[in-house]
């Protein structure tokens, strides 16, 4: 099973970006999806996780300003971020919980700078 990561880079303050991630290979019953991030000297902390359902639930930090989703058809689940913060930058995993298994993506750098 692998998790593919994209959409991190470079953005200013008050942009947008949209993260994505894709699993692929022998994964069944996919259970929560989330996104999780990190940086230097900190623990990894949760920033949004959607279940199979479809019910959500947000870092308060990041409440209202991104959004997770997720298309079953294709394993994958997205993080829209907007009104991005210089607090915001790190590096963001992508995390699936599967019935047997836990799963981590690669992680993509998110930086916002001016």
């Known amino acids: 099973v692998q998790l593919q990561a994209s959409g991190g880079g470079l953005v200013q303050p008050g942009g947008s970006l949209r993260l994505s991630c894709a699993a692929s290979?022998?994964?069944?019953?996919?259970?929560?999806m989330g996104w999780y991030r990190q940086v230097p000297g900190k623990q990894r902390e949760l920033v949004a996780r959607?279940?199979?359902?479809?019910?959500?639930n947000y870092a308060d930090s990041v409440m209202g300003r991104f959004t997770i989703s997720r298309d079953n058809a294709k394993n994958t689940v997205y993080l829209q971020m907007n009104s991005l913060k210089l607090e915001d930058t790190a590096v963001y995993y992508c995390?699936?919980?599967?019935?047997?298994?836990?799963?981590w993506g690669q992680g993509t750098q998110v930086t916002v700078s001016s």
């Open positions: 995390k699936v919980r599967a019935v047997a298994a836990v799963y």
């Open positions: 290979g022998s994964i069944f019953s996919i259970n929560d």
């Open positions: 959607i279940t199979s359902g479809g019910s959500t």
